[in-house]
């Protein structure tokens, strides 16, 4: 599997910004995507997760400000991220599990700057 992550960039505080991941090659065994970032200096946190079956899960730290779902394509998904704040700038990954399967895309960059 192959995943491609984009949609990062500069934002202002307070601002919005939907991620895309979109999934390649074996789909057909993803059971869950999720959304993970990482700050500067900081370990990899979970975001959000959407499993096959639409149910979808957040983290607390930015439940009421973030949603995940699917594409309409399968092995796609985004994040749309609202009233971003500062300590929201981190590189977000996209990952992808399933009974035999466990893969990380490559990260995009998002930084929450006025």
């Known amino acids: 599997v192959q995943l491609q992550a984009f949609g990062g960039g500069l934002v202002p505080p307070g601002g919005s910004l939907r991620l895309s991941c979109a999934a390649s090659?074996?789909?057909?065994?993803?059971?869950?995507m999720h959304w993970y970032r990482q700050a500067p200096g900081d370990q990899r946190e979970w975001v959000a997760l959407?499993?096959?079956?639409?149910?979808?899960d957040v983290a607390s730290s930015v439940k009421g400000r973030v949603t995940i779902s699917r594409g309409d394509a399968k092995g796609t998904m985004y994040l749309q991220m609202n009233s971003l704040k500062s300590e929201d700038t981190a590189v977000y990954y996209c990952?992808?599990?399933?009974?035999?399967?466990?893969?990380w895309g490559q990260g995009t960059l998002v930084t929450v700057s006025s």
């Open positions: 990952r992808v599990t399933g009974p035999t399967l466990n893969y």
């Open positions: 959407i499993t096959d079956r639409g149910i979808a």
């Open positions: 090659g074996n789909i057909d065994s993803i059971k869950t």
